[in-house]
């Protein structure tokens, strides 16, 4: 077996591996007053939220087209591949991952396999990394994809945003529409729940929001039973990542906390400023 690991720009992915000779990115566009740019192609994160306080038009998120995931696949084939293990953002944010099955024997003599994070951001650039330090210690396909499922079942996310007007806008949080009118008071604290952004609990301030988030993480340690990884993750918002970072490690001393940023696709849904923080299992 000859395995290409294939992701997309939504993973926070580790220095170490971006760089990796099997793994393989594709770019998610975003559109920004009637322009679109690949994220991670065509603008980064800062620019793109310095973009986003100006323009004037929603902005908004695509898909790849088939044609340029099968453009890939079949380079990859060419190269020699004759299997893909394709990890995506969420199928309960994007509809990528489950539209990948209809094309998954579209290259004959290559199995692809569309695997559904359930998650995004940091947590699925591990699982990323997890698969291609499995596949360079000469696991098998099986092996690998059970320590994915290992991974998938124990991690969890909170996120605090500064306005839920973009998810609710977007379609990405459930119910949005319903809960907008009673939160105008209230800072939410919201969580994956089967990989859709969902209400998690209803706080009356930013601050009670974070202290709630950085208990629910200790929590959660406790369940996992295993060795975690630990991250905050922020959408332009880096100051209040390190002082949370800096909580984080003084409360739990054990656990060493990883800073990473929302790109452009998550940080159109989820806006400036938002703050998330993510456990999974090593």
């Known amino acids: 077996m000859k395995l290409a690991i294939v992701t997309d720009s939504t993973a926070v992915l580790p220095e170490k591996i971006k760089t990796h000779q099997d793994l393989f990115v594709i770019p998610i566009p975003v559109i920004l007053d009637g322009k679109v740019y690949n994220e991670d192609v ?4 800062n ?4 973009l986003m306080k100006k323009s004037k038009e929603f902005p908004t998120t695509s898909q790849p087209t ?16 004759d299997t893909i293990l394709s990890i995506h953002l969420s199928s309960g944010i994007s509809g990528y991952v489950t539209n990948l099955n209809s094309i998954k024997d579209s290259v004959e003599g290559v199995k692809v396999i569309p695997y559904d994070s359930k998650i995004t951001s940091m947590p699925m650039g591990h699982m990323v990394e997890a698969a291609l330090d499995m596949l360079d210690a000469k696991k098998t396909l099986d092996e690998i994809l059970d320590y994915l499922d290992i991974i998938r079942a124990s991690t969890y996310a909170y996120l605090i945003v500064d306005d839920l007007n973009n998810l609710v806008r977007g379609g990405r949080l459930t119910n949005g529409a319903a809960l907008l009118g009673g939160l105008l008071k209230i800072k939410p604290v919201l969580t994956f729940e089967d990989g859709k952004i969902v209400l998690f609990e209803k706080i009356r301030s930013i601050k009670k929001a974070l ?3 950085e208990e629910v993480i200790g929590e959660r340690e406790k369940e996992i039973e295993r060795p975690v990884k630990l991250y905050v993750i922020h959408g332009n918002n880096l100051e209040l990542a390190k002082k949370e970072k800096a909580r984080l ?11 990473g940023h929302f ?13 998330g923080f993510a456990i999974c299992a090593k």
């Open 42 to 45: 065509d603008i980064e994160a």
């Open 47 to 50: 620019e793109y939220y310095k």
């Open 263 to 275: 790109g452009p696709v998550i940080g159109t849904h989820l806006g400036e400023k938002a703050i």
């Open 249 to 259: 490690e003084k409360t739990y001393s054990n656990i060493t906390v990883e800073i």
């Open 211 to 213: 202290r709630r988030s």
């Open 66 to 81: 088939f044609g340029e995931t099968l453009t890939l696949y079949k380079k990859l084939k060419e190269q020699g591949y």
